[in-house]
């Protein structure tokens, strides 16, 4: 028989003893200092960061082609040819109201106007948007659902959840530079 390490009355300890006596090494409990985010990279959160805005900020289109305001029910919810009351492209604001029935051209990334919550895609239209027609026409209106390539404000983070927890580890990716 060989002898072992055992054999030579070695104080064993558990191994949430050791974890005990490894928590006596740290110092605690740690501080914490503000301090630019150009050198937060590698530190850790000393509290939780709240969203202070949506993400994203706005209701907007993911699409490039046209925002309904399509009736929730009845005559013209299905209906194929659209009337255009304008557009709104990305990095604009349209205020005034589309009234039921009608669209907009939309560009993807811009704030959905006021009366409109479903977008189409162009690719998806039987003319183009770029001879600004009167009117478009959707290839097959029967397959719309409200909604559909919108991403509604706050759908990522919505102001006041939480961003970040105590404790995440900072990176520069967090925030881009
Ligand atoms: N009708 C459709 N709409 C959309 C489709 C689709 O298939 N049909 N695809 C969707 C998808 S998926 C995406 S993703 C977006 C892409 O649109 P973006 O506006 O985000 O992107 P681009 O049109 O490619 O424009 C990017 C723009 O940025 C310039 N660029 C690139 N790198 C830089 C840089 N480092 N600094 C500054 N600018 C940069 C690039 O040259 C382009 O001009 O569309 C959906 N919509
Ligand atoms: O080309 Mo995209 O799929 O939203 O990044």
Same mark, same amino acid.
């Given at each position: 028989?060989?002898?072992? $390490?055992?054999?030579?009355?070695?104080?064993?300890?558990?191994?949430?003893?050791?974890?005990?006596?490894?928590?006596?090494?740290?110092?605690?409990? =740690? #501080?914490?200092?503000?301090?630019?985010? +150009?050198? +937060?990279?590698?530190?850790?959160?000393?509290?939780?960061?709240?969203?202070?805005?949506?993400?994203?900020?706005?209701?907007?289109?993911?699409?490039?082609?046209?925002?309904?305001?399509?009736?929730?029910?009845?005559?013209?919810?299905?209906?194929?040819?659209?009337?255009? +009351?304008?557009?709104? =492209? +990305?990095?604009?604001?349209?205020?005034?109201?589309?009234?039921?029935?009608? $669209?907009?051209?939309?560009?993807? #990334?811009?704030?959905?106007?006021? *009366?409109?919550?479903?977008?189409?895609?162009?690719?998806? =239209?039987?003319?183009?948007?770029?001879?600004?027609?009167?009117?478009?026409?959707?290839?097959?209106?029967?397959?719309?659902?409200?909604?559909?390539?919108?991403?509604?404000? #706050?759908?990522?983070?919505?102001? *006041?959840?939480?961003?970040?927890?105590?404790?995440?580890?900072?990176?520069?990716? =967090?925030?881009?530079?």
């Amino acid at each position: 028989m060989t002898l072992s $390490c055992f054999d030579l009355g070695e104080q064993m300890i558990s191994v949430d003893e050791a974890r005990q006596a490894l928590a006596t090494l740290i110092e605690r409990p =740690l #501080g914490s200092e503000s301090i630019s985010l +150009a050198q +937060a990279h590698g530190r850790r959160l000393a509290a939780t960061v709240q969203a202070p805005i949506n993400v994203p900020q706005n209701t907007n289109a993911a699409m490039d082609g046209v925002a309904l305001a399509l009736p929730k029910r009845g005559v013209g919810a299905k209906q194929a040819h659209w009337p255009l +009351a304008g557009e709104v =492209l +990305a990095g604009q604001y349209r205020r005034e109201l589309v009234p039921a029935g009608h $669209c907009v051209r939309i560009t993807t #990334g811009a704030p959905l106007p006021p *009366g409109t919550d479903t977008v189409v895609m162009s690719e998806q =239209l039987r003319e183009s948007l770029d001879e600004q027609p009167a009117h478009v026409i959707i290839a097959s209106p029967e397959l719309l659902k409200h909604g559909q390539h919108v991403r509604q404000a #706050g759908e990522d983070i919505a102001i *006041g959840d939480t961003a970040l927890p105590e404790g995440h580890g900072l990176m520069r990716r =967090l925030w881009g530079f």
